[in-house]
Protein backbone atom coordinates (compact mmCIF):
# COMPACT_ATOMS: atom_id res chain seq x y z
CA UNK A 1 0.00 0.00 0.00
CA UNK A 2 1.31 3.38 -0.53
CA UNK A 3 1.56 5.32 2.60
CA UNK A 4 3.36 7.56 4.82
CA UNK A 5 3.47 7.31 8.24
CA UNK A 6 4.03 10.10 10.97
CA UNK A 7 5.41 9.30 14.75
CA UNK A 8 7.44 10.73 17.38
CA UNK A 9 5.03 13.28 18.76
CA UNK A 10 4.79 14.05 22.08
CA UNK A 11 4.57 16.57 24.86
CA UNK A 12 7.52 18.32 24.96
CA UNK A 13 8.96 21.40 27.80
CA UNK A 14 9.43 24.84 25.88
CA UNK A 15 13.26 24.73 25.18
CA UNK A 16 13.10 20.97 24.35
CA UNK A 17 13.83 18.91 21.89
CA UNK A 18 12.00 16.16 19.38
CA UNK A 19 12.96 14.05 16.55
CA UNK A 20 9.59 13.06 14.10
CA UNK A 21 9.79 10.48 11.35
CA UNK A 22 8.03 9.54 8.42
CA UNK A 23 8.20 6.08 6.96
CA UNK A 24 7.65 5.62 3.71
CA UNK A 25 6.15 2.48 1.32
CA UNK A 26 4.40 1.33 -1.51
CA UNK A 27 6.63 3.34 -3.84
CA UNK A 28 10.10 4.40 -4.64
CA UNK A 29 10.59 6.95 -1.79
CA UNK A 30 14.15 8.35 -3.62
CA UNK A 31 12.51 9.62 -6.63
CA UNK A 32 10.50 11.90 -4.54
CA UNK A 33 10.91 15.34 -3.04
CA UNK A 34 9.47 15.30 0.29
CA UNK A 35 7.67 18.35 2.36
CA UNK A 36 6.63 19.13 6.06
CA UNK A 37 3.19 20.61 6.80
CA UNK A 38 2.23 21.53 10.07
CA UNK A 39 -1.20 22.89 11.34
CA UNK A 40 -1.74 24.32 14.53
CA UNK A 41 -4.71 23.54 16.50
CA UNK A 42 -7.74 25.34 15.09
CA UNK A 43 -5.28 26.68 12.45
CA UNK A 44 -4.47 26.66 8.71
CA UNK A 45 -2.10 24.89 6.86
CA UNK A 46 1.70 26.03 7.31
CA UNK A 47 4.46 24.77 5.09
CA UNK A 48 7.64 23.61 7.15
CA UNK A 49 10.52 22.60 4.74
CA UNK A 50 10.97 20.98 1.52
CA UNK A 51 13.76 17.91 0.91
CA UNK A 52 14.74 17.28 -2.72
CA UNK A 53 14.65 13.38 -3.56
CA UNK A 54 18.19 12.96 -3.28
CA UNK A 55 18.41 15.01 0.31
CA UNK A 56 20.79 17.36 -1.21
CA UNK A 57 18.67 20.98 -1.30
CA UNK A 58 16.85 21.92 1.69
CA UNK A 59 14.77 24.87 1.59
CA UNK A 60 13.02 25.80 5.25
CA UNK A 61 10.20 28.00 6.49
CA UNK A 62 11.86 30.91 8.44
CA UNK A 63 9.86 30.23 11.22
CA UNK A 64 11.53 27.25 11.84
CA UNK A 65 15.25 27.79 10.13
CA UNK A 66 17.96 27.09 12.63
CA UNK A 67 15.92 25.27 14.63
CA UNK A 68 14.70 22.34 12.75
CA UNK A 69 17.06 20.02 10.76
CA UNK A 70 15.92 18.03 8.10
CA UNK A 71 17.47 14.69 6.58
CA UNK A 72 16.32 11.82 4.98
CA UNK A 73 17.65 8.36 4.37
CA UNK A 74 16.56 6.82 0.97
CA UNK A 75 17.96 3.49 1.94
CA UNK A 76 15.85 3.38 4.74
CA UNK A 77 12.53 5.13 2.57
CA UNK A 78 12.55 7.33 5.74
CA UNK A 79 12.34 11.38 6.42
CA UNK A 80 13.19 12.75 9.61
CA UNK A 81 13.25 16.19 11.38
CA UNK A 82 15.14 17.06 14.60
CA UNK A 83 13.43 19.92 16.38
CA UNK A 84 15.26 22.06 18.94
CA UNK A 85 14.68 25.00 20.91
CA UNK A 86 11.40 24.33 20.62
CA UNK A 87 8.56 26.98 20.72
CA UNK A 88 4.51 27.08 22.18
CA UNK A 89 3.81 28.28 18.84
CA UNK A 90 5.62 25.36 17.32
CA UNK A 91 2.25 23.07 18.79
CA UNK A 92 0.57 20.99 15.96
CA UNK A 93 0.03 18.10 14.15
CA UNK A 94 2.82 17.45 11.59
CA UNK A 95 2.19 15.72 8.21
CA UNK A 96 5.07 14.37 5.37
CA UNK A 97 4.10 14.93 2.15
CA UNK A 98 5.06 13.31 -1.18
CA UNK A 99 6.01 16.17 -3.68
CA UNK A 100 4.84 15.91 -7.12
CA UNK A 101 5.68 18.09 -9.97
CA UNK A 102 8.38 18.74 -12.75
CA UNK A 103 10.26 21.20 -10.62
CA UNK A 104 10.38 22.58 -7.10
CA UNK A 105 8.50 25.85 -7.82
CA UNK A 106 5.97 23.76 -9.63
CA UNK A 107 4.82 21.23 -7.14
CA UNK A 108 1.94 19.82 -5.35
CA UNK A 109 1.35 17.06 -2.65
CA UNK A 110 -0.50 14.30 -3.73
CA UNK A 111 0.30 11.53 -0.93
CA UNK A 112 0.03 13.25 2.89
CA UNK A 113 0.24 11.31 5.87
CA UNK A 114 -1.89 11.05 8.74
CA UNK A 115 0.07 13.26 10.85
CA UNK A 116 1.85 13.47 14.09
CA UNK A 117 0.67 15.86 17.19
CA UNK A 118 3.42 17.99 18.73
CA UNK A 119 3.10 19.65 21.82
CA UNK A 120 4.83 22.37 23.26
CA UNK A 121 4.14 22.78 27.03
CA UNK A 122 5.22 23.49 30.49
CA UNK B 1 0.78 35.23 8.42
CA UNK B 2 -0.17 33.53 4.89
CA UNK B 3 0.96 35.68 1.70
CA UNK B 4 -2.03 33.91 0.24
CA UNK B 5 -5.66 35.45 0.75
CA UNK B 6 -8.94 33.12 0.52
CA UNK B 7 -12.25 34.43 3.03
CA UNK B 8 -13.23 33.04 5.75
CA UNK B 9 -16.13 31.12 4.93
CA UNK B 10 -18.14 30.89 1.84
CA UNK B 11 -21.86 28.77 1.58
CA UNK B 12 -24.30 27.35 -0.89
CA UNK B 13 -27.39 24.80 -0.91
CA UNK B 14 -26.93 21.43 -2.40
CA UNK B 15 -27.02 21.78 -5.74
CA UNK B 16 -25.51 24.83 -6.50
CA UNK B 17 -22.34 26.60 -7.38
CA UNK B 18 -19.81 27.75 -5.07
CA UNK B 19 -16.42 29.82 -5.64
CA UNK B 20 -13.64 30.36 -3.78
CA UNK B 21 -11.21 32.94 -4.35
CA UNK B 22 -7.46 33.16 -3.71
CA UNK B 23 -5.59 36.43 -3.86
CA UNK B 24 -1.63 36.26 -4.30
CA UNK B 25 1.50 38.22 -5.44
CA UNK B 26 3.54 38.18 -8.99
CA UNK B 27 6.14 36.14 -6.63
CA UNK B 28 3.95 33.35 -5.84
CA UNK B 29 0.52 32.81 -7.91
CA UNK B 30 1.79 35.27 -10.86
CA UNK B 31 5.00 33.51 -11.25
CA UNK B 32 3.96 29.76 -10.60
CA UNK B 33 1.31 27.57 -10.83
CA UNK B 34 -1.21 26.96 -8.23
CA UNK B 35 -2.62 24.06 -6.36
CA UNK B 36 -5.73 23.34 -4.43
CA UNK B 37 -6.31 20.98 -1.01
CA UNK B 38 -9.26 19.73 0.93
CA UNK B 39 -9.18 19.20 4.32
CA UNK B 40 -12.11 17.20 5.58
CA UNK B 41 -13.00 17.45 9.37
CA UNK B 42 -10.23 15.16 11.14
CA UNK B 43 -8.20 14.29 8.40
CA UNK B 44 -5.11 14.90 6.18
CA UNK B 45 -5.03 17.35 3.32
CA UNK B 46 -6.18 16.35 -0.46
CA UNK B 47 -4.77 17.44 -3.64
CA UNK B 48 -7.87 18.70 -5.34
CA UNK B 49 -6.78 20.79 -8.40
CA UNK B 50 -2.92 21.01 -9.60
CA UNK B 51 -1.33 23.30 -11.83
CA UNK B 52 -3.91 25.52 -11.80
CA UNK B 53 -6.54 23.73 -13.54
CA UNK B 54 -5.85 19.75 -13.26
CA UNK B 55 -7.68 17.26 -11.67
CA UNK B 56 -6.23 13.97 -10.32
CA UNK B 57 -7.62 11.21 -11.01
CA UNK B 58 -10.83 10.00 -8.59
CA UNK B 59 -11.97 14.08 -8.18
CA UNK B 60 -15.08 14.49 -9.75
CA UNK B 61 -15.62 16.97 -12.20
CA UNK B 62 -17.52 19.61 -10.23
CA UNK B 63 -14.63 20.57 -8.70
CA UNK B 64 -12.47 22.74 -11.18
CA UNK B 65 -9.97 25.70 -10.96
CA UNK B 66 -8.78 28.66 -12.69
CA UNK B 67 -5.93 31.26 -12.73
CA UNK B 68 -5.28 34.90 -14.12
CA UNK B 69 -2.41 36.85 -13.22
CA UNK B 70 -2.02 37.06 -9.67
CA UNK B 71 -5.34 35.70 -8.45
CA UNK B 72 -6.80 32.25 -8.42
CA UNK B 73 -10.14 30.37 -8.01
CA UNK B 74 -11.47 27.37 -7.21
CA UNK B 75 -15.63 26.34 -8.04
CA UNK B 76 -17.30 23.72 -6.74
CA UNK B 77 -20.67 23.27 -8.98
CA UNK B 78 -23.47 20.89 -8.08
CA UNK B 79 -22.59 21.65 -4.43
CA UNK B 80 -23.06 18.27 -2.22
CA UNK B 81 -23.12 17.94 2.05
CA UNK B 82 -19.68 15.87 1.54
CA UNK B 83 -18.07 18.71 0.35
CA UNK B 84 -18.06 20.32 3.53
CA UNK B 85 -14.40 20.30 4.45
CA UNK B 86 -11.46 23.55 5.08
CA UNK B 87 -10.14 24.58 1.10
CA UNK B 88 -6.62 25.78 0.86
CA UNK B 89 -4.95 27.39 -2.24
CA UNK B 90 -1.18 26.93 -2.15
CA UNK B 91 1.92 27.79 -4.64
CA UNK B 92 5.44 28.41 -4.41
CA UNK B 93 6.91 32.03 -3.47
CA UNK B 94 10.24 32.94 -5.30
CA UNK B 95 10.53 35.57 -2.95
CA UNK B 96 10.31 33.84 0.38
CA UNK B 97 11.76 30.40 -1.68
CA UNK B 98 9.01 28.49 -0.31
CA UNK B 99 5.74 27.16 -0.41
CA UNK B 100 2.95 29.41 0.66
CA UNK B 101 -0.66 27.89 1.61
CA UNK B 102 -3.57 30.17 1.49
CA UNK B 103 -5.26 31.05 4.86
CA UNK B 104 -8.09 28.49 4.10
CA UNK B 105 -11.61 28.86 3.34
CA UNK B 106 -14.70 26.65 5.21
CA UNK B 107 -17.35 25.71 3.47
CA UNK B 108 -20.31 24.93 4.67
CA UNK B 109 -23.89 23.35 2.90
CA UNK B 110 -27.02 24.94 4.07
Known amino acids: EVQLVESGGGLVQPGGSLRLSCAAS????????MNWVRQAPGKGLEWVSY????????YYAESVKGRFTFSRENAKNSLAVQMNSLRAEDTAVYYC???????????????WGQGTLVTVSS | QSVLTQPPSASGTPGQRVTISCSGS????????VNWYQQLPGTAPKVLIY???QRPSGVPDRFSGSKSGTSASLAISGLQSEDEADYYC???????????FGTGTKVTVL
Open chain 2, 51 to 53: SNT
Open chain 1, 26 to 33: GFTFSSYG
Open chain 2, 90 to 100: AAWDDSLNGYV
Open chain 2, 26 to 33: SSNIGSNT
Open chain 1, 97 to 111: ARVRGPTVTVQWLDL
Open chain 1, 51 to 58: ISPRGDSI
